[in-house]
């Protein structure tokens, strides 16, 4: 069941629809930007990145497209599957540090 | 495809007692990362680890905290006087580039959950 904590935003979207998951970052000086997914019990895994030179990048099903005036980042999945449920994460990073700065996550459920 | 292997997958330990925790990070990587994730609650940035040193730890690594790359293949965390807020899931990761590589970031293992009583 739900444990204490972060209540995560959740989208609801129609297996075939298209889902856009957005993310606000934090730091002007964040020059890279990766989206990751979480399945339950697993760890983060990659889906797609961009840098800051950049406004759009595509992948397989998946687009990015970064806002860096309003420090704005969203996913769009194209043709959503019932194996995209997961709790999707942004993050950012800033050339000179090795860290990455998680978002909040938002939980996308597909829906049959 | 290449792996970061953690273990154990669940570890239990009481209150006060060390830990630690094993990973494995693919072999041809130099930057090695401990993140940790709270049940419910967003993946939190401890320490990175490059040339055997620390590169970049966040407030959360206190001195309760250490790593270390003993061997050619291994990174470890410990956790020398464990408490109850310890409990969460730590991962580990590694990547060829400090920020992440475009394309891939970094490699993340399937984590190592903690529960402190």
């Known amino acids: 069941g739900e444990s204490v904590g972060l209540h995560l935003p959740t989208l609801s979207v129609q297996e075939g629809d298209n889902s856009i998951i957005n993310c606000a970052y934090s730091?002007?000086?964040?020059?890279?930007f990766i989206w990751y997914k979480q399945e339950s019990g697993k760890g983060p895994q990659f889906i797609i990145d961009?840098?800051?030179?950049?406004d759009k990048r595509q992948g397989q099903r998946v687009t990015v497209l970064l806002n860096k005036t309003v420090k704005h980042l969203s996913l769009q999945i194209a043709a959503t599957q019932p194996g995209d449920s997961a709790v999707y994460f942004c993050?950012?990073?800033?050339?000179?540090?090795?860290?990455?700065?998680f978002g909040t996550g938002t939980r996308l459920k597909v829906l049959a | 495809e290449p792996e970061v292997t953690q273990t154990p997958s669940h570890q239990v330990t009481q209150m006060g007692q060390e830990v630690i925790l094993r990973c494995v990070p693919i072999?041809?990587?130099?930057?090695f990362y401990w993140y940790r994730q709270i049940l419910g609650q967003k993946v939190e940035f401890l320490v990175s680890?490059?040339?055997?040193?620390?590169?970049?730890k966040s407030e959360i690594f206190d001195d309760q905290f250490s790593v270390e790359r003993p061997d050619g293949s291994n990174f470890t965390l410990k956790i020398r006087s464990t408490k109850l807020e310890d409990s969460a899931m730590y991962f580990c990761?590694?990547?060829?580039?400090?920020?992440?590589?475009?394309?891939?970031?970094?490699?993340f293992g399937s984590g190592t959950r903690l529960t402190v009583v």
């Open positions: 680890f490059y040339n055997n040193e620390i590169s970049e």
């Open positions: 072999s041809n990587h130099l930057y």
């Open positions: 961009i840098r800051s030179n950049m």
């Open positions: 730091n002007s000086a964040s020059d890279y």
């Open positions: 993050a950012e990073s800033a050339s000179g540090t090795y860290k990455y700065i």
């Open positions: 990761a590694s990547t060829r580039e400090g920020q992440g590589g475009m394309g891939y970031g970094y490699t």
